[in-house]
């Protein structure tokens, strides 16, 4: 938790909430479902930067809240409580920990995950007795 | 100087300041221009906006000078209004703190005082290699491109540090940039980082006014920067305003937690270590990349496939250069030239036969000058997911 809360270098700035689009004169962005997490995820926080940032981590959800406080150090504007919740709800289910660590060939998630990395082409993971000791 | 050339109409990601920028870019987003393009970059990997974050495709990687449109960017803060108008008017740098004179420096003085001096300096975000960190480690993704050799024009940092007459009670120089911060505070400073004394007296630490032959681009700091070569790039400080001699480790913004800082112990993947027991990054390990041919290649014919790229270490030279196409079963030496310059990249090339069509890796190993070699695997996970210096690998598939 300690290190999620004091780490600084994600930078989720949901720039969208520093004011809505109309109070901008600005045209609307895509209209957000308010039950629809991953929609508040692009709006609020895929504005700044790809999704790799979120994909690359899965956390309970406390630790997923400091990394919201992470990203107000970095000057994110506070979320509306509402949709931080909403956003927290989502991050937890779709984001939350994994049940058991990385296992070769075993978690086709994890292969997806790194199936568009560079040296996800090299088929062979190293050291694959490591994980599956564990 | 030459100015920096006039803005395209076209909105760019990082092109306007701070307050601005947030319109511009929604006005992109509704556009349906969105994730399009860094102001004066072409073809990165873009993974923030704000700040502006973007990597090198590693085929980019493979002129001897990284171009300044390819080289890759890691902001934390907005893009000084300095950086895109190409003006001087008010900008000097200020060296004070343990000095024996505080001294301010105008760019044409610092030209005129100093010998001026031109580089091939390696600089690698710590960070490069982040997405290969398991469990992920929090922060830019970044894959293998958060490094670039650029040559780097500009005066020794220890020339003028010497000028200003360093005390003996001096241990570490910090710098601060005109970059704003996001949040539009003016008295929030994104980065301030610094180096130990050792390594701003470095004769390769410059203060740079120039890459490749260019005033420096927005991105990279125009007017002037530091460019520490060997250590993390955060520590070469970009906008460059003020150098504050300290005579205590430097604990501005992202020196401290878990900035820029590793475990001082090995510890267990997805270990929660504590804050005391981080020590900050110093120089960089031995690392290498293969930049011809790319990864996925398909390889007829039956003659021997050429391979090159580069290594570098960053405290010494790299020795020796390998690679393996059975795993490590075999190694097969290098041609390896010597750096054109301390800290500058080093060219190797290699060819590898393939007897029996099929699918292979092939595996680049760089051995430094003290023996020390690239792991096979991510080495020492840590929090925060540096230090990634393992083997780069390719496939190929011989037909």
């Given at each position: 938790m300690k290190r999620l809360l004091l780490a600084g270098a994600i930078a989720l700035l949901p720039v969208a909430a520093f004011a809505n689009p109309e109070e901008r004169g600005l045209p609307a962005l895509a209209a957000v479902q308010e039950s629809d997490g991953q929609a508040l995820i692009d709006e609020n926080c895929l504005y700044c930067h790809d999704d790799s940032y979120i994909r690359a981590l899965h956390l309970p959800r406390e630790e997923w809240e400091g990394v919201l406080d992470m990203m107000i150090g970095m000057g994110m504007p506070p979320l509306d409580p509402e949709v931080q919740e909403q956003i927290l709800d989502y991050l937890e289910e779709e984001h939350g920990p994994r049940e058991s660590s990385p296992s070769p060939g075993a978690g086709a998630s994890a292969d997806a995950e790194t199936e568009d990395l560079p040296w996800a082409f090299p088929r062979y993971r190293p050291n694959p007795l490591f994980w599956r000791e564990r | 100087m030459k100015p920096v050339s006039g803005l395209s109409r076209r909105r760019f990601i990082g092109a306007v300041p701070v307050a601005a920028g947030v319109s511009a870019l929604a006005l992109e987003r509704a556009a349906g221009q969105g994730g399009g393009a860094v102001f004066g970059k072409s073809g990165l990997r873009i993974l923030s906006e704000r700040p502006v974050n973007a990597e090198t495709l590693v085929a980019d990687l493979d002129p001897r000078y990284t171009s300044n449109d390819k080289h890759f960017v890691r902001n934390n803060g907005g893009l000084p209004e300095r950086a895109l108008s190409g003006s001087l008017e008010g900008w000097s740098l200020r060296i004070d703190g343990e000095v024996g004179n505080t001294l301010e420096f105008s760019l044409d003085d610092l030209q005129a005082r100093f010998e001026t001096v031109s580089r091939a300096l390696v600089l690698e975000c710590?960070?490069?290699?982040?997405?290969?960190f398991q469990p992920g480690a929090s922060g830019n993704q970044w894959w293998l491109g958060a490094v670039g050799c650029a040559r780097y024009t500009g005066v020794r940092l220890r020339d003028v540090l010497g000028a200003a007459g360093v005390r003996d009670t001096a241990v570490y120089v910090a710098y601060y940039g005109e970059d704003p911060h996001l949040s539009g505070n003016p008295d929030d400073v994104p980065i301030s980082r610094g180096v130990p004394l050792s390594k701003a007296m470095d004769e390769s630490t410059l203060l740079a006014w120039e890459m490749n032959g260019e005033p420096l681009p927005p991105h990279h700091g125009f007017p002037l920067r530091i460019v520490a070569p060997g250590f993390p790039a955060s520590v070469s400080g970009k906008w460059l305003r003020r150098l504050w001699v300290r005579d205590q480790v430097h604990d501005g913004p992202k020196m401290m937690g878990y900035s820029y800082r590793v475990p001082r112990y090995p510890v267990a993947p997805g270990t929660d270590v504590p804050e005391e027991d981080m020590e900050i990054i110093g120089p960089m390990p031995v690392k290498s990349i293969i930049t011809r041919p790319e990864t996925g290649v398909r390889h007829a014919g039956g003659g021997p496939l050429a391979i090159r790229g580069w290594a570098w270490a960053g405290d010494g030279p790299v020795n020796a250069m390998h690679l393996s196409a059975d795993f490590g079963t075999t190694w097969l030496p290098c041609q390896l030239e010597e750096p054109e310059n301390p800290f500058a990249w080093q060219r190797f090339e290699g060819s590898v036969a393939f007897d029996i069509p099929g699918h292979y890796e092939l595996w680049a190993r760089a051995t430094d000058h003290q023996g020390r070699q690239q792991p096979m695997v991510v080495p020492g996970w840590n929090p925060r997911g540096y230090l990634n210096n393992a083997m780069h690998r390719i496939a190929v598939t011989a037909l």
């Open positions: - | 710590a960070g490069n290699g982040r997405a290969a």
